[in-house]
């Protein structure tokens, strides 16, 4: 970490941010984000919203098309730039969209008329009253919250969606990749160790399925799907570009945690090591959904 730290405080009482290696990161009790907060960012987010269409062939598997057609009620937590919500909200012009994220990175400018942004902090309170959605989305908030605030957000899922409304979340395993090399054991191990010393989850993907239950959910339905890092064509270059560059937003922070991390062109021939080594073993990240249901009573 290099110690160009200042402060930048907003409107919000969660929008506090540090700047580590000229990148702004939240670093507060509330807010456990470790991705930063700027436009590379929300460029990066944008890119990797195509790339896991792309995997996934689709937005959401949840059977909720007919629902969509007609017009419900729908929340994006954790939203981001609303890449997902915008496709979302273009594909099923008579349901109603709301995104809530700690940071305002909605493209008001875009915006469409079914589609809404609200700050909140969803490790908190999400700031809808209960019973509100037909169906709740949220997708890779693995890097965003303690086990506590996961606790408290699964519980506030389930408080804002309707009796009978239906959940979908999305989050990756990085912590045990499929055919993992020793590089990139490596590097997901600094991962890890950085998650724990800050109390997130390490496996929240396999977790999610228990977490849900314990919240009250029912019909539960947890898939795994393998994302090729680096082979199997155009699809995992793509991932691979995604996964570059996540790894070079968060660097600042790794640092703290592994300060070889701090050399930047070390940091970048290390990476390009990880690269190869994850096209020749086939290296595949497992991406897990869990759907599920609240009880009509
Ligand atoms: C990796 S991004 C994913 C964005 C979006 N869900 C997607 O899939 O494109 C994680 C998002 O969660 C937001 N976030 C992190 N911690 C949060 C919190 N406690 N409350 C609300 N949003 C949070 C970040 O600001 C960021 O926009």
Not at 230 to 238: I, K, T
Request: aromatic fraction near 8%; proline fraction near 5%; charged fraction near 25%.
């Amino acid at each position: 970490m290099d110690n160009q730290t200042s402060y930048i405080i907003g409107t919000d009482d969660h929008s506090e941010l540090k700047t580590y290696s000229g990148r702004k990161y939240h670093d507060n009790e509330k807010v456990a984000y470790l991705l930063p907060e700027d436009s590379d960012e929300s460029s990066r987010l944008n890119k990797q919203h195509l790339v896991l269409r792309y995997f996934l062939q689709k937005n959401f598997i949840a059977p909720i098309d007919k629902q969509l057609e007609e017009g419900i009620t729908v929340l994006d937590s954790g939203c981001g730039p609303a890449s997902w919500l915008f496709d979302m909200a273009k594909d099923y012009p008579k349901s109603k969209f709301h995104g809530v994220d700690i940071t305002n990175t909605f493209p008001e400018e875009a915006k469409l008329e079914n589609c809404e942004f609200v700050l909140g902090n969803i490790g908190e309170r999400i700031p809808f009253p209960d019973n509100t959605f037909d169906y709740v989305h949220q997708r890779l908030l693995l890097l965003g919250l303690t086990k506590e605030m996961w606790e408290k957000n699964i519980k506030e899922l389930f408080r804002v969606l309707k009796p009978g409304g239906c959940i979908e979340i999305k989050e990756p395993d990085l912590r045990d990749l499929c055919n993992m090399g020793p590089l990139l054991n490596s590097l997901q191990g600094t991962l890890s160790s950085m998650l724990a010393s800050r109390g997130m989850p390490l496996k929240i993907s396999v977790e999610l399925e228990g977490r849900l239950t314990d919240a009250g959910f029912e019909n539960i339905d947890h898939s795994i799907l393998n994302l090729n890092l680096n082979h199997n064509g155009r699809v995992g270059d793509m991932l691979w570009d995604d996964y570059y560059h996540g790894c070079m937003n968060i660097r600042p922070v790794m640092a703290i945690t592994n300060p070889a991390y701090e050399d930047l062109e070390a940091y970048k021939v290390f990476l390009n090591e990880c690269s190869a080594e994850a096209a020749e073993l086939k290296t595949d990240i497992q991406w897990h959904t869990c759907i599920a249901k609240k009880p009509l009573n």
